[in-house]
Nanobody
Framework: HVQLVESGGGSVEAGGSLRLSCTAS????????MAWFRQLPGKEREAIAA???????WYADSVKGRFTISNDNAKGTLYLEMNNLKAEDTAMYFC?????????????????YGRGTQVTVS
């Protein structure tokens, strides 16, 4: 039974930084892809960053150069370092897992999501 739990959200001023964490329990070793999604009110959930067990990373254009995804396999934790935050980054952020190492930013492959953590930039 795999469970994803996000933490680290909060309120920050524009230009500030936050680091999100996602603890994955029950995720057995093997080929997989982990990603961060975000969802604005009334809009579709979109993938913004992903990484796989081989260390490959993907970023959406909207966050490239400002956000960094990383995975500490020893701790079973996925991170999203967010810098130079903008008001348009305000959203609910979700951690997700896909049983396909090349899932990248393709939402179709992600079958498991955490409950999310709110990020508000003002």
């Amino acid at each position: 039974h795999v469970q994803l739990v996000e933490s680290g959200g909060g309120s920050v001023e524009a230009g500030g930084s936050l680091r999100l964490s996602c603890t994955a329990s029950g995720l057995t070793s093997g080929t997989y892809c982990m990603a961060w999604f975000r969802q604005l009110p009334g809009k579709e959930r979109e993938a913004i960053a992903a990484t796989n067990s081989g260390g490959k990373v993907w970023y959406a254009d909207s966050v490239k150069g400002r956000f960094t995804i990383s995975n500490d396999n020893a701790k079973g934790t996925l991170y999203l370092e967010m810098n130079n935050l903008k008001a348009e980054d305000t959203a609910m952020y979700f951690c997700a897992a896909a049983p396909y190492s090349l899932a990248g930013l393709a939402k179709y492959y992600y079958t498991l999501y955490g409950r999310g953590t709110q990020v508000t930039v003002s």
